[in-house]
């Protein structure tokens, strides 16, 4: 079967993280998976994504430093934010981290 494209997922939450991943998969993406946003950003700096799909807080993740830290051969990449954590300040600090990324 043909991938309909090249998935990072980032979660701490193991049990989300493995099933969301096998849905996606079922749904004809490849996906590999992080369990924090060092291990993410080191998988971003070896191999080229279509999309990134990360969790807000997770270890390693201070500010938002995995999509901060984007760079080739994935910069410019879309970003899919999520958390468990919803706040206005979270949103807004989400939306301003993808503002960067798109515009570096």
């Known amino acids: 079967m043909e991938s309909h494209g090249q998935l990072l997922l980032a979660d701490d939450e193991e049990i989300f993280l493995q099933s969301t991943a096998d849905l996606l998969r079922l749904e004809g993406f490849s996906v590999d998976c992080a369990k924090d946003a060092h291990e993410a950003a080191r998988l ?4 080229r994504y279509d999309v990134l799909i990360s969790d807000i807080r ?3 993740n201070l500010d938002l430093a995995l999509v901060h ?3 080739e051969p994935n910069a410019g990449i879309p970003v899919i934010l999520m958390t468990g954590y919803p706040s206005a300040p979270t949103a807004i600090q989400a939306i301003t981290a ?4 798109v515009s570096t």
């Open 44 to 47: 971003l700096r070896e191999f």
């Open 58 to 60: 997770m270890p390693g």
């Open 69 to 71: 830290g984007i760079s």
């Open 98 to 101: 993808c503002m960067v990324q």
